[in-house]
């Protein structure tokens, strides 16, 4: 098992919550959600269809659709680039810099996001 200190922690998912917003509704669609990821840490979130497993993945890229807000928390990332961000308040230049180079995401289904003549890294 692996020793991680608190300096090992790349992302900090601090009481999450997101809503989705009409014109005639507010719905909160992932309510109060909390974790880390350390260095060479892997994190699988599991749930039932429709409990917010994507929303919160969405919601760390800063790919949330255009009725969703995030209305609670923070998402603190420790970016080699620009230290400790909280990425639900970053400028859209500096979420730019740091999707791809910094942090991705394999979405749902990936024979449409991999290429098996690619190398993975």
Known sequence: MLDHSQDDIILEVNHLSVKF???KS?????????FDVKKGETL?????????KSVTALSIMGL????SKI????IIFHSQLFGEVNLSQVTPSQL???RGKEIGMIFQEPMT?????FTCG
């Open 44 to 52: 699988a979130i599991v749930g039932e269809s429709g409990s917010g």
């Open 96 to 98: 730019r810099q740091i």
């Open 21 to 23: 917003s009409t014109d």
């Open 64 to 67: 949330l659709p255009a009725i």
């Open 26 to 34: 507010e719905n909160i669609v992932v309510r109060d959600v909390s």
């Open 113 to 117: 996001s991999l290429n098996p003549v």
């Open 71 to 74: 209305s609670e928390g923070e």
